[in-house]
């Protein structure tokens, strides 16, 4: 018995703190790029678009897009604009991994998205769900992260 005892001592001792259900680990700066991220997906569900921009970096540049890439400058555009459209957005977010590296950091997460859009005769479509894996980009300054790509 006593085995056992000093045994789970030193397995808890030499044990990392990480976020619960995940083998990430909790340290200040990983639950602060998390709280961005969380943040983002209040703002989506909320249609806000001045909430997401607010997460933004003046910087953002995503190339992640089909047909071309964009800056905060297009985001600041077409964001108000894509989110008007829409009466409802659901977004769950399965967080993968978080790497944090000085003033920059990536979240690898799975979203599965649905948004519903408001039909000519006044009545909701909800599309049907979209699914992936996504990463989104942060850079830290003066404190504050923010998203640099990947909304």
């Known amino acids: ?10 397995l808890a001792a030499c044990s990392h703190n990480t976020i619960a259900g ?22 989506m569900e909320e249609r806000n678009a001045s909430a997401v921009l607010a997460l933004t970096a003046a910087d953002y540049y995503d190339t992640s897009r089909v047909n071309r890439p964009i800056d905060y400058a297009a985001l600041q555009k077409e964001l108000p604009v894509d989110l008007a459209r829409l009466t409802g957005v659901r977004l769950e977010l ?31 479509k909800w599309e049907p769900v979209q699914s992936d894996d ?12 923010k998203i640099a790509a990947g909304l």
């Not at 018995?1 to 030193?10: G, I, P, S």
């Not at 995940?22 to 703002?43: C, F, H, M, S």
């Not at 599965?112 to 909701?124: I, M, T």
């Open 22 to 43: 995940t083998n990430i680990p909790d340290e200040p700066q990983t639950r602060a790029v998390l709280e961005v991220l969380n943040k983002y997906k209040e703002g």
């Open 1 to 10: 018995m006593r085995t056992l005892v000093a045994l789970t001592l030193l």
């Open 134 to 145: 996504a990463r989104m980009k942060f850079e830290q300054a003066d404190g504050v992260w």
């Open 94 to 124: 399965t967080i993968k991994d978080v790497k944090v590296d000085g003033p920059k950091a990536n979240i690898d997460y799975f979203q599965v998205l649905r948004y519903a859009v408001k039909l000519p005769d006044g009545s909701e």
